[in-house]
């Protein structure tokens, strides 16, 4: 019979001390060639996983695929974030410029 443990105890990974986690984590990028890693470098790889990724839901559960209007809200307001954070950190990068007034 298995033994449960409560007292909410760290285990497993959560256990380990920092420096062993990242070694651990580091493995799993290591183990991918750098020429499949980086999306940035790589548009047709990144829009492979993406339909490889889509394609891998089923079409009941894409609501997007489904709902075209839900969508196109979505697409707005991703839109609408991407423009005020443009215009925040112009408005930033402007009062780090400017001389403060005497």
Known sequence: MASTR???GKQGFASMDREKQRD???KGGQSVPAAKR????????????GRKGGQSVQA???S???????AAQAGRKGGQATQGNREQ?????????EKPSE
């Open 38 to 49: 980086s999306f940035a470098q790589d548009p047709a790889l990144a829009a492979e996983a």
């Open 24 to 26: 651990i984590a580091s």
């Open 60 to 62: 009941e559960s894409r």
């Open 6 to 8: 409560s007292g909410g």
């Open 64 to 70: 997007f695929s489904r709902n075209r209007e839900l």
């Open 89 to 97: 950190n112009a408005a930033q990068r402007r009062a780090m410029t």
